[in-house]
């Protein structure tokens, strides 16, 4: 009995076999293709998580801009009257084509200032040096400077018949994702509508 246990145990033990370099080689084949999907699923989320901060940001610097711009005309005939007619004196009467991130003439962006004895106006209006292609120098953080890559132009609208005039104000972004190659490709606008006073219009 002893000796049939031994025989059948080395039988058992000579039908196990390692694997073989083929077997190996498919292994490691698909270990590579799962990896690089991997690799490739973290990076445009990566890339998809860089596009969305660079949006916000920009997001809250147009919207930063169009309070300001709100608020120099709701405060035309007070604080701001010299701001406002700043604006309106500069503001041409074409309708604004898309230019993509080329800025017009007349365009303009708005800053915050302190208020002292000698300065009143909490709002302080800065020409926009035109530039044929804004986002050339501007990479994933535009922000209200010359040439920053947000900018404002307008279109006045003369009033008639007891219509107050008005002028609508494009408020742009313009800048080269990191995420991306291709100048320009991230880009904002929003439209607000202005009514001048009397006096204005």
């Known amino acids: 009995m002893k000796r049939l246990w031994n025989r059948d145990r080395r039988t058992g033990g000579s039908n196990q076999r390692g694997d073989t370099l083929v077997e190996v080689a498919i292994a490691m084949a698909v270990l590579g293709l799962v990896l690089a999907a991997t690799m490739t699923i973290i990076n445009r989320s990566l890339l998809s998580v860089m596009n969305a901060v660079e949006r916000t940001g920009a997001r809250g ?3 930063s801009q169009v309070e300001m711009l709100r608020y120099v005309f709701d405060t035309q005939s007070g604080i701001n009257k010299a701001v406002a007619n700043q604006i309106v004196d500069s ?5 604004i084509s898309d230019n993509g991130c080329s800025a017009g ?3 303009f962006y708005l800053t915050t200032q302190s208020i002292s004895e000698d300065n009143m106006t909490p709002i302080q ?3 926009y040096t035109p530039n044929d292609m804004v986002a050339n120098t501007v990479y994933a953080a535009p922000h209200a400077v010359d040439n920053g890559g947000i900018w404002i132009e307008g279109s006045k609208h003369e009033g008639s018949d007891g219509i107050p005039g008005y002028v609508d104000f494009y408020v742009r972004a313009c800048w080269s994702p990191y995420a991306s190659n ?3 490709q991230g880009r904002l606008e929003s439209i607000v509508r202005v009514y001048l006073s009397e006096e204005d219009g």
């Not at 503001?91 to 309708?95: A, H, I, L, M």
């Open 105 to 107: 003439a007349g365009s």
């Open 61 to 63: 610097e147009v919207n």
């Open 182 to 184: 291709e100048v320009g």
């Open 91 to 95: 503001t041409g009467t074409t309708d």
């Open 125 to 127: 209006y800065h020409a």
